[in-house]
């Protein structure tokens, strides 16, 4: 068969995946004669859809697993989604208010109300809240799943789980079961962080600082019981109204006479005692008295613990102020705000503001700004699970890469706080904790805790909350392989091998999995856990809809193919840095790939009457041969190192320069000769050398760009395997490995990249042959030369050729020196020299010019201070850019006799 003349990447993409799907080559069966390699996908949203981010997590997770199933292990990466409990809940919640789901609605039996106004989960009730979110998932649950195999990611889809599917919420209840029966659950009312608008509780983890905010310190004053006042400042001043004590640092000599007096509250009857606290107060912030209130913040709280203050709180649930806020009662808690301020200046009790950076907690999913709520919740104990989780990975059970976020992990966990797990949602797994009808729901002995409901349900309800989404995830890598049950699949594949994932959830989801793992497996879920970087544009920025700068993977399969796309996120993959991407970064990849289909277009073209003879069988091996073949072998040796050290971009490199620069800039070129000329026998060799190249350049692109891979692996006329995906992955054959050969190669191409490089800094064109001379002592180099010098013909446009020790250099001839010799290029008849002289001089003014205003520019404390860093960056870049053409030119200069 003939290879077309072009690569079309959209006919190869969406014809092999099916292929390869329906034969089974993703799914590993349990062998006991195979060693396991299993990696488990970090769950998307249901609500999902494929951005660059997943793109480069999912491409480098695919490299990994078709690596490792290439390599003979049983290598099986396990798929699912998450329900993504909050996101969906409000999701769902905005979709009824807006009146999205009308036919969802009607589908799941709810009579739909003819009128548009909107609805809410309670007007449908859970069990149909519940049925809706269901119905939601079916539709529009599974385009990430179609995204990622447009990806080319070879997850085993017939091992896809849901973490709301039977066995997985069969996982959770269990694990709560066990963690109360341990004493690691429990119940509690505590301060903890609302969103107003989902209207549920929030762990740490799910608020997100906003930072260098804007805002206000304002100044009143309380007055003394006994006369007298003392002055406050506070960010949130309608919170005055839970205030239930005043505080002062016991060694403040300006509030001594303090101790134990009581202000009055403005508003409301209540006496506030004022306290002495050494942890709470600065005595050099502000006026050094510190109002407390408990019940709307977590400083506060803590102290009102210690002093037994009173918690009073102010607000609902909806962030609205209610009856313990006196006459302001019933307002929205930022008006409350402007109405307190306003009803202390009329009592003549502001002693001013002033502008104050602060920071404010956001929701994660809302960006509503969370507020400090007392309430009742299920928490974990974290200290005793972070323990053992934290000596995995200090003693080297479990690496990180990059090892620097050890220090991140190691913080988290050293300080870490229980965890607050219960969310008052209804899609979600819902808590198996159910009360005694009647009795007192904060008494554990009218608790029933379990998987299943009590035998006599009708006296008892169930606690209404859902747990956290990281509860379920965090059981995922043992829950997927059908924990808590037994099963061969668990005992084969557990522990799982690789984890790559994002740094933003080392704590959210890493962390907890670690935990659990150990806590319920008695086992680490993974050896290694691989922490991408994150993308970015070109410039450094970070991809948003806002800036315009997002690239979108599934619209670049058309303009270039997922391949490219694939490549391109791969071999920009370097440990501990952001990953650059741009549209040329993919379009230079795109060319590789170009380069790769003309090559192999090139080779299959000229095997024509090639039998699968062996390359020992075919005959004597001439040095670019054994060369060719050596090369391969180092360069499988350290694709193979790479990728078991997760380098992703040396493994990428490696394939690109021995693809680009060996076999097709050199062995190609070098064997043409053998493949045109006359002598059968060497003809044959050629053909045996490229095809075992090919066929090996093929199976180690696979992992990579599989989908060029198995189309060109289609036309190798000699195969073992019917498809690429079950083609074994090249390993190294001591029997090619001949240093000689290197070393000769080395030497030969020396030579020709010298005379190539002085005819590109001269401007000599490519269609002037021009003499070459070299000079050297070595008897070895001189009959290496006279061997091959018909190369030099055809790689370096030489004329004649002259070797020797006595070799003399003419005048005006420039040279390049070797190690092992002199390089000269005689330009008699080739250029003006005079000309070039003012042409390299004029340039060289040019590039000085450019060289001192960008010096000038990095030498500015200024532009240091205000540039941003990308823009410094560029600067450097062409700092470093305009000092290499200098010196290049200054060389070219001195070849032609002109003194810099």
């Given amino acids: 068969m003939e290879l077309p003349k072009t690569y079309d990447p959209k006919l190869a993409e969406d014809r092999w995946y099916p292929i390869w799907e329906e034969r089974g080559y993703f799914h590993a069966e349990v062998d006991p004669d195979k060693e396991p390699f299993a990696v488990v996908i970090p769950p998307p949203n249901v609500t999902g859809e494929l951005h660059i981010g997943h793109a480069l997590n999912n491409t480098l997770q695919d490299v990994v697993i078709r690596f490792h199933r290439a390599d003979g292990k049983a290598a099986n990466w396990f798929p699912g989604m998450d329900h993504a409990s909050i996101a969906v809940h409000t999701l769902i919640e905005r979709a009824l208010a807006s009146r999205n789901l009308d036919d969802l609605l009607a589908e799941v039996g709810f009579d739909v109300p003819p009128h548009k106004e909107p609805l809410t989960r309670h007007d449908l009730g859970r069990d149909t809240f519940m049925k809706l979110g269901w119905a939601w998932k079916e539709r529009y649950g599974g385009r990430i799943r179609d995204q990622l195999k447009v990806l080319g990611a070879t997850c085993d889809w017939e091992r896809e789980r849901f973490t709301m599917d039977e066995g997985l919420s069969h996982a959770v209840k269990t694990a709560f079961v066990k963690l109360y029966e341990d004493g690691l659950i429990y119940r509690d009312t505590k301060l903890v962080n609302w969103d107003v608008e989902a209207q549920t509780v929030l762990s740490d983890l799910e608020v997100e600082n906003e930072e260098n905010v804007q805002g206000e310190l304002f100044e009143f004053a309380y007055q003394l019981e006994d006369g007298g006042e003392v002055v406050v400042a506070t960010t949130r001043p309608e919170t005055m109204l839970g205030d239930t004590g005043l505080a002062v640092h016991p060694d403040d000599e300006r509030y001594k006479a303090l101790h134990g007096k009581f202000a009055t509250h403005p508003f409301v009857d209540r006496k506030i005692p004022i306290i002495t606290d050494d942890v709470l107060v600065d005595p050099e912030f502000g006026t050094g008295v510190v109002k407390v209130t408990p019940a709307h913040d977590f400083n506060d709280f803590a102290t009102g613990k210690r002093h037994d203050l009173d918690v009073i709180s102010i607000l609902d649930l909806e962030g609205n102020t209610n009856g313990n806020a006196g006459p302001f009662e019933g307002m929205d808690r930022f008006e409350a705000r402007k109405a307190v301020k306003q009803k202390l200046e009329e009592l003549g009790l502001v002693r001013g503001s002033k502008e104050h950076i602060m920071t404010l907690p956001r929701s994660q999913r809302t960006n509503t700004i969370v507020e400090p709520m007392i309430s009742t919740q299920w928490f974990v104990k974290m200290e005793p699970l972070a323990k053992p989780a934290l000596e995995k990975v200090r003693d080297g059970s479990i690496k990180f890469i990059p090892e620097e976020w050890t220090k991140t992990y190691y913080h988290w966990l050293d300080n870490i706080q229980d965890w607050c797990i219960s969310r008052q949602l209804w899609w979600g797994h819902q808590i198996p904790v159910w009360y005694k009808k009647g009795e007192d729901p904060m008494d554990p002995a009218n608790w029933h805790v379990a998987s299943e409901p009590p035998a006599d349900p009708e006296n008892w309800e169930q606690d209404e909350d859902v747990l956290d989404t990281w509860f379920s995830s965090g059981l995922w890598p043992f829950s997927i392989m059908g924990w808590p049950e037994d099963s061969a699949e668990q005992n084969y594949f557990y522990p799982t091998k690789f984890l790559s994932t994002g740094p933003d959830i080392i704590f959210f989801w890493v962390a907890r999995m670690i935990m659990t793992g150990l806590h319920f497996k008695g086992e680490i879920p993974f050896d290694t856990v691989f922490f991408h970087p994150m993308v970015v544009d070109e410039h450094g920025k970070k991809m948003s809809k806002t800036t315009g700068n997002v690239i979108d993977p599934l619209e670049l399969k058309a303009d270039y193919g997922i391949d490219a796309l694939r490549f391109t996120l791969i071999s920009s993959t370097s440990k501990g ?15 590789f790939l170009n380069k790769v289909w003309n090559a192999s277009r090139f080779v299959l073209s000229n095997l024509e009457g090639y039998d699968g003879t062996s390359i020992n069988a075919a005959g004597d091996l001439q040095l670019e041969d054994k060369w060719i073949l050596g090369r391969l072998q180092d360069t499988i040796a350290d694709i193979r190192k790479s990728l078991t050290k997760y380098d992703f971009n040396l493994a990428a490199d490696a394939l690109y320069h021995f693809i680009w620069d060996d076999f097709c800039d050199w062995y190609l070129e070098m064997v043409k000769s053998r493949l045109y000329g006359e002598n059968e026998a060497a003809r044959k060799v050629a053909q045996a050398v490229l095809h075992h190249c090919l066929k090996d350049i093929v199976k180690m692109m696979q992992p990579f760009t599989p989908f060029i891979a198995e189309e060109l692996w289609q036309y190798l006329p000699v195969k073992d ?31 020709i990249i010298s005379l190539r490089t ?124 305009f000092q290499q053409k200098m010196e290049r030119l200054e060389q070219n200069l001195e070849l032609l006799g002109v003194k810099t």
């Fill in 577 to 591: 840095k952001d990953l650059r991407l741009s549209l040329s970064a993919i379009e230079s990849q795109r060319r």
């Fill in 721 to 751: 395997e019917d498809s690429v995906m079950i083609a074994p992955f090249p390993t190294v054959d001591a029997d090619f490995q001949d240093k000689q050969a290197l070393q000769e190669m080395n030497m030969l191409q020396s030579l």
């Fill in 758 to 881: 002085m005819r590109s800094e001269l401007n000599i064109t490519p269609d002037k042959k021009a003499p070459a001379m070299i000079r050297t002592e070595s008897d070895q180099l001189i009959n290496l030369v006279n061997a091959y010098g018909q190369i030099f013909e055809s790689l370096a446009n030489v004329s004649e050729l002259e070797i020797g020790p006595d070799v003399v250099r003419p005048a005006q001839a420039p040279r390049k020196v070797l190690e092992f010799a002199e390089v000269f290029l005689p330009l008699e008849g080739l250029i003006d020299i005079a000309e070039e002289r003012v042409r390299l001089v004029q340039e060289l003014s040019k590039v000085e010019a450019d060289l001192k205003r960008t010096s000038s520019k990095l030498d500015n404390e200024d532009f240091l201070k205000k540039a941003p860093p990308n823009i410094i960056d560029k600067e450097k870049q062409k700092l470093s850019e």
